[in-house]
Protein backbone atom coordinates (compact mmCIF):
# COMPACT_ATOMS: atom_id res chain seq x y z
CA UNK A 1 0.00 0.00 0.00
CA UNK A 2 1.30 3.21 -0.56
CA UNK A 3 1.50 5.54 1.64
CA UNK A 4 0.83 9.66 1.05
CA UNK A 5 2.41 12.84 3.18
CA UNK A 6 0.63 16.15 3.00
CA UNK A 7 2.88 19.09 4.49
CA UNK A 8 2.00 21.30 5.94
CA UNK A 9 -0.83 20.21 7.96
CA UNK A 10 -2.18 23.75 8.18
CA UNK A 11 -1.03 26.60 5.73
CA UNK A 12 -1.89 30.35 6.69
CA UNK A 13 -1.80 32.52 4.09
CA UNK A 14 -3.67 36.22 2.75
CA UNK A 15 -5.87 36.08 -0.32
CA UNK A 16 -3.57 37.04 -3.31
CA UNK A 17 -0.91 35.01 -1.91
CA UNK A 18 0.82 32.22 -4.04
CA UNK A 19 0.29 28.55 -1.96
CA UNK A 20 2.18 25.53 -2.58
CA UNK A 21 0.62 22.36 -1.15
CA UNK A 22 3.37 19.13 -1.47
CA UNK A 23 2.51 15.59 -1.46
CA UNK A 24 5.10 12.86 -1.22
CA UNK A 25 4.49 8.83 -1.51
CA UNK A 26 6.55 6.13 -0.16
CA UNK A 27 7.16 4.91 -3.46
CA UNK A 28 6.55 5.61 -7.00
CA UNK A 29 3.08 6.29 -8.54
CA UNK A 30 2.12 4.66 -11.59
CA UNK A 31 1.48 6.78 -14.57
CA UNK A 32 1.97 9.41 -12.47
CA UNK A 33 -1.79 8.80 -11.51
CA UNK A 34 -1.92 11.47 -9.09
CA UNK A 35 -5.05 13.77 -7.79
CA UNK A 36 -6.05 16.74 -5.86
CA UNK A 37 -9.65 16.89 -4.07
CA UNK A 38 -10.90 20.15 -2.21
CA UNK A 39 -13.19 19.68 0.55
CA UNK A 40 -15.41 22.27 1.93
CA UNK A 41 -17.51 22.19 5.44
CA UNK A 42 -19.68 19.30 5.09
CA UNK A 43 -19.29 18.94 1.45
CA UNK A 44 -17.99 15.75 -0.84
CA UNK A 45 -14.37 16.32 -1.83
CA UNK A 46 -14.44 17.65 -5.62
CA UNK A 47 -11.28 16.61 -8.08
CA UNK A 48 -9.38 19.71 -8.81
CA UNK A 49 -6.01 17.89 -10.31
CA UNK A 50 -5.61 14.28 -12.24
CA UNK A 51 -2.88 12.88 -13.71
CA UNK A 52 -0.80 15.17 -11.65
CA UNK A 53 -1.15 17.87 -13.79
CA UNK A 54 -4.39 18.28 -15.81
CA UNK A 55 -6.93 20.70 -14.17
CA UNK A 56 -10.31 18.64 -13.93
CA UNK A 57 -13.54 20.13 -16.13
CA UNK A 58 -14.61 23.60 -14.22
CA UNK A 59 -11.37 24.05 -12.01
CA UNK A 60 -10.21 27.99 -12.68
CA UNK A 61 -6.59 28.27 -14.02
CA UNK A 62 -5.17 29.27 -11.19
CA UNK A 63 -4.76 26.30 -9.59
CA UNK A 64 -2.13 23.87 -11.09
CA UNK A 65 -0.17 20.57 -10.30
CA UNK A 66 3.32 19.50 -11.02
CA UNK A 67 5.66 16.58 -9.99
CA UNK A 68 6.32 13.06 -10.78
CA UNK A 69 7.24 9.64 -9.03
CA UNK A 70 6.71 10.46 -5.80
CA UNK A 71 6.65 14.19 -5.14
CA UNK A 72 3.88 16.27 -6.19
CA UNK A 73 2.58 19.68 -5.71
CA UNK A 74 -0.72 21.68 -5.75
CA UNK A 75 -0.11 25.41 -6.62
CA UNK A 76 -2.59 28.16 -5.98
CA UNK A 77 -1.43 31.26 -7.50
CA UNK A 78 -3.95 34.02 -6.42
CA UNK A 79 -5.95 32.71 -3.57
CA UNK A 80 -9.73 33.93 -3.68
CA UNK A 81 -11.45 33.59 -0.31
CA UNK A 82 -13.46 30.84 -1.36
CA UNK A 83 -9.77 28.49 -1.75
CA UNK A 84 -9.29 28.43 1.71
CA UNK A 85 -10.48 24.82 2.93
CA UNK A 86 -8.94 21.14 3.20
CA UNK A 87 -7.08 19.88 0.02
CA UNK A 88 -6.08 15.75 0.13
CA UNK A 89 -3.71 13.98 -2.54
CA UNK A 90 -4.81 10.46 -3.85
CA UNK A 91 -2.95 8.34 -5.23
CA UNK A 92 -5.18 5.46 -7.69
CA UNK A 93 -2.21 3.91 -9.95
CA UNK A 94 -2.31 1.10 -7.59
CA UNK A 95 -4.89 -0.85 -5.50
CA UNK A 96 -5.83 0.14 -2.77
CA UNK A 97 -5.94 3.82 -3.41
CA UNK A 98 -4.77 5.90 -0.59
CA UNK A 99 -5.68 9.54 0.32
CA UNK A 100 -3.12 11.68 2.30
CA UNK A 101 -3.69 13.25 5.86
CA UNK A 102 -4.94 16.78 3.74
CA UNK A 103 -3.44 20.26 4.20
CA UNK A 104 -5.91 22.95 5.76
CA UNK A 105 -5.19 26.02 4.36
CA UNK A 106 -6.66 29.13 5.72
CA UNK A 107 -6.55 32.83 6.01
CA UNK A 108 -3.84 34.64 7.80
CA UNK B 1 -25.85 15.18 -15.71
CA UNK B 2 -24.19 12.51 -13.85
CA UNK B 3 -25.45 12.63 -10.26
CA UNK B 4 -24.86 10.19 -7.07
CA UNK B 5 -27.61 10.02 -4.61
CA UNK B 6 -27.15 8.26 -0.91
CA UNK B 7 -29.36 7.63 1.46
CA UNK B 8 -30.36 8.97 4.22
CA UNK B 9 -28.52 9.17 8.09
CA UNK B 10 -28.70 5.77 10.36
CA UNK B 11 -28.31 5.92 13.87
CA UNK B 12 -27.21 1.91 14.64
CA UNK B 13 -26.40 0.46 18.14
CA UNK B 14 -22.91 -1.18 18.50
CA UNK B 15 -22.56 -4.53 17.27
CA UNK B 16 -25.66 -3.83 15.04
CA UNK B 17 -25.27 -3.85 11.20
CA UNK B 18 -26.07 -0.85 8.50
CA UNK B 19 -26.44 -0.67 5.03
CA UNK B 20 -25.94 2.52 2.70
CA UNK B 21 -27.34 2.86 -0.78
CA UNK B 22 -26.19 4.98 -3.78
CA UNK B 23 -28.28 5.10 -6.65
CA UNK B 24 -26.41 6.51 -9.84
CA UNK B 25 -28.04 8.54 -12.89
CA UNK B 26 -26.89 10.13 -16.04
CA UNK B 27 -24.32 7.40 -17.04
CA UNK B 28 -23.90 3.87 -18.19
CA UNK B 29 -23.61 2.59 -14.69
CA UNK B 30 -21.98 -0.55 -15.33
CA UNK B 31 -19.13 0.93 -17.49
CA UNK B 32 -17.61 2.06 -14.49
CA UNK B 33 -16.33 0.65 -10.48
CA UNK B 34 -18.20 2.72 -7.51
CA UNK B 35 -15.98 3.15 -4.50
CA UNK B 36 -16.61 3.65 -1.51
CA UNK B 37 -14.75 6.05 1.25
CA UNK B 38 -15.19 6.91 4.71
CA UNK B 39 -14.39 10.06 6.71
CA UNK B 40 -14.93 9.73 10.73
CA UNK B 41 -15.78 13.57 12.44
CA UNK B 42 -12.73 15.94 11.71
CA UNK B 43 -10.58 13.63 10.23
CA UNK B 44 -9.04 12.54 6.75
CA UNK B 45 -10.60 10.32 3.72
CA UNK B 46 -10.33 6.66 4.41
CA UNK B 47 -10.76 4.63 0.94
CA UNK B 48 -12.61 1.05 2.38
CA UNK B 49 -13.04 -0.78 -1.23
CA UNK B 50 -14.89 -0.99 -4.56
CA UNK B 51 -17.19 -2.89 -6.73
CA UNK B 52 -17.18 -3.75 -10.08
CA UNK B 53 -20.09 -2.65 -11.60
CA UNK B 54 -20.52 -5.03 -14.34
CA UNK B 55 -19.55 -8.22 -12.71
CA UNK B 56 -20.70 -7.62 -9.29
CA UNK B 57 -16.53 -8.58 -8.20
CA UNK B 58 -15.62 -6.66 -4.79
CA UNK B 59 -12.44 -5.53 -3.34
CA UNK B 60 -11.80 -4.79 0.17
CA UNK B 61 -9.06 -3.18 1.50
CA UNK B 62 -7.28 -5.64 4.75
CA UNK B 63 -9.11 -3.41 7.60
CA UNK B 64 -12.55 -4.01 6.35
CA UNK B 65 -11.98 -7.34 5.25
CA UNK B 66 -14.58 -9.85 7.19
CA UNK B 67 -17.23 -6.48 7.70
CA UNK B 68 -17.63 -5.02 4.52
CA UNK B 69 -20.02 -6.25 1.97
CA UNK B 70 -20.52 -4.13 -1.15
CA UNK B 71 -23.28 -4.99 -3.70
CA UNK B 72 -25.41 -3.65 -7.12
CA UNK B 73 -28.24 -4.00 -8.47
CA UNK B 74 -27.81 -2.79 -11.95
CA UNK B 75 -31.85 -2.77 -13.11
CA UNK B 76 -31.65 0.24 -11.03
CA UNK B 77 -28.25 1.41 -10.97
CA UNK B 78 -27.76 1.39 -7.25
CA UNK B 79 -24.79 0.11 -5.46
CA UNK B 80 -24.88 -0.95 -1.70
CA UNK B 81 -22.50 -1.04 1.31
CA UNK B 82 -23.44 -3.23 4.21
CA UNK B 83 -21.27 -2.56 7.23
CA UNK B 84 -21.52 -5.44 10.14
CA UNK B 85 -20.36 -5.47 13.90
CA UNK B 86 -21.00 -1.51 14.73
CA UNK B 87 -18.21 -0.05 16.99
CA UNK B 88 -18.35 3.47 18.03
CA UNK B 89 -14.87 3.66 15.56
CA UNK B 90 -17.24 3.49 12.56
CA UNK B 91 -19.12 6.98 13.19
CA UNK B 92 -18.16 8.39 10.15
CA UNK B 93 -19.78 10.20 7.20
CA UNK B 94 -20.03 7.22 4.32
CA UNK B 95 -19.10 8.39 0.56
CA UNK B 96 -19.70 6.94 -3.34
CA UNK B 97 -17.32 7.59 -5.74
CA UNK B 98 -17.43 6.91 -9.54
CA UNK B 99 -14.10 5.51 -10.30
CA UNK B 100 -12.53 3.16 -13.56
CA UNK B 101 -8.96 2.33 -14.04
CA UNK B 102 -6.59 4.99 -14.76
CA UNK B 103 -8.84 7.66 -14.02
CA UNK B 104 -9.68 9.63 -10.43
CA UNK B 105 -13.08 9.51 -8.50
CA UNK B 106 -14.40 11.92 -10.79
CA UNK B 107 -18.31 12.16 -8.88
CA UNK B 108 -18.75 11.40 -5.49
CA UNK B 109 -22.05 11.39 -3.79
CA UNK B 110 -23.24 13.76 -1.17
CA UNK B 111 -22.09 11.43 2.09
CA UNK B 112 -23.89 9.68 4.38
CA UNK B 113 -23.80 10.20 8.28
CA UNK B 114 -24.07 7.01 9.82
CA UNK B 115 -23.73 7.21 13.78
CA UNK B 116 -23.11 4.30 16.22
CA UNK B 117 -24.06 4.87 19.85
CA UNK B 118 -25.64 3.11 22.79
Known amino acids: EIALTQSPDTLSLSPGERAALSCRAS???????LAWYQQGPGQAPRLVIYGASSRATGIPDRFSGSGSGTDFTLTISRLEPEDFTVYYCQQYGSAPRTFGQGTKLEIK | QVQLVQSGAEVQKPGASVRVSCKAS????????MQWIRQAPGQGLEFMGWINLRSGDPGYTQKFQGRVTMTRDTSISTAYLDLSRLESGDTAVYFCARAAIGHPNDFWGQGTLVTVSS
Open chain 2, 26 to 33: GYTFVDYF
Open chain 1, 27 to 33: QSVNNNY
